[in-house]
């Protein structure tokens, strides 16, 4: 397509077999290895027979105030290299370095979040990894940072030649929910989800949801059509990701998510997801504040939406305890509001483990010529989440939905340092509905005004 | 004395090239890093301790059984077989 496309500059981003076969959990890809990934947002453009968007251009963006843009980008810059996460921890080792401090949190699912504890994490780790299977590091288009791991795998029966990842969520979801200990079977998983297109968090935990329903004896073996579904079998783990992107055998069941499958079986309450999207790798009984953001993102299981693991066990930019659930309500509420900004602006997450809204409203001031603060910026991303909000409300989802697997609430943590520990989701929820300006999920005409969106 | 097991993470883990060590100690976490530093060489105690205000480096992450000091209330007092895990600043999503 980019020879059929030609000139400079020339990006693609299509869909897989995955999304052509509309797997529930089929993604975007991105130039081969990034992707817009969770949401199944491959299976809509392969429901619209659209297999791929190339774009192609050489003029220059213009930018309003050309000297005031390039003092704050140095900066930022600057900042970014000097900042010990985004200049040495993220470019050394990539985003798998989190599977052990997250391990050590007693917060790493294991077993389709049976536990936070993983015995085998040191084998699955972004340090295993950087011993083994690690190349070299690439960097998304223009960034500094550089926390894209290029890997191989020599040897064996899960040998590839060369792919990019798996970040921290794919060794999660791929490697842990499922207790699958072989790195590189993780490896080649991941990267069989970027040849065919597939959000290795939802795909993971879909494989990890069938072991245990296949292990407790809920499915049929008859529908597993011969796919060994259990938990630590890295060549079923393999077999899986390439069976449900091509609807082959019990792909069929893969293909619609956990929600979905576990329904079908009879046990819903072993989907590990928050309205239908399946949990990213942070239990929320060992860190209380990440599972206010699950229940409450606007698009379902979500991590990123309000990354509250970074002051709950990163502390950046301060320390909180993960295991309170005092005070977690504002914490999530301004991580949504600014990552609103952030995904907005179109950059990454990752610049704001060094830069804040000051920055962001600095850098978007000069490009835009607008004279924005702190405090405008941060409205503004309050705005978009409240149109989001909005947005569910219409298609039926309220504070019903804002909750979590009933594992988390009421099954407390059997081991590690949070042991004993359920969520405490209501509590958080009260403070979080009053801090949003919300009843039951959804926005009052006085928040709505207040933020000017007319509908 | 205790005997308490530090694991090392990260960057720390491929500069001191040791996953983890046993140490004895009187039980404080500055005595600790200190016998470590036997081991693991001198430059150990700059890495994870601030002589100069007389506490633990604000950058380092470090969990006493899985918890982070920073969230524990009061003096903290090693006891026999803690695990002690030092993780230099990192991030990921």
Redesign the interface.
Known sequence: MKKKVGGKNTSVACIGPAGENMAYMACIMNDEHRAAGRTGLGAVMGSKKLKAIVVSGEEKVPVANPQRFSEVSKRCLDALKNN???G???P???????I??IN???GLPYRNWQTGVNPDAEKIS??TLAETYLISRRACWGCPIACGRVTSVKSGPFQILASEGP???SVWALGSSTAVKDLDAVVKANHFCDELGLDPISMGSTIAAAMELNERGYIPQEDLQGLDLRFGNAAALVEAVWRTAYRVGFGKYLTLGSKKLCEIYGHPELSMSVKGLEMPAYDPRAIKGIGLNYATANRGGC??TG?TV?PE????PE?I???KAEGKAKWVKIFQDFTCVVNSTVNC??TT?ALGAKDYAELLSAVTGWDLTEDEILKIGERIYNLERVIINKYGFDGKDDTLPRRLLEEPMPE???KGQVTELEKMKEEYYKLRGWVNGVPTKEKLAELEIEL | MVSVKIMLFATLRSKYKTRELTVACNGTLLNMIENASKILGPEFVDDVYDKKRGKIRDDMIIMVNGRNIKDLEGEITLKDNDVIAIFPPLAGG
């Open positions: 010990p996460v985004t040495v921890g993220l050394t080792y990539g985003t798998a370095i989190l052990n401090i050590t949190a007693g972004g340090e970040e921290y969520e991590h990123v990354y970074s066990v990163l502390g950046i320390k305890d993960p295991l997450l990752f483990f590690g340092p949070a």
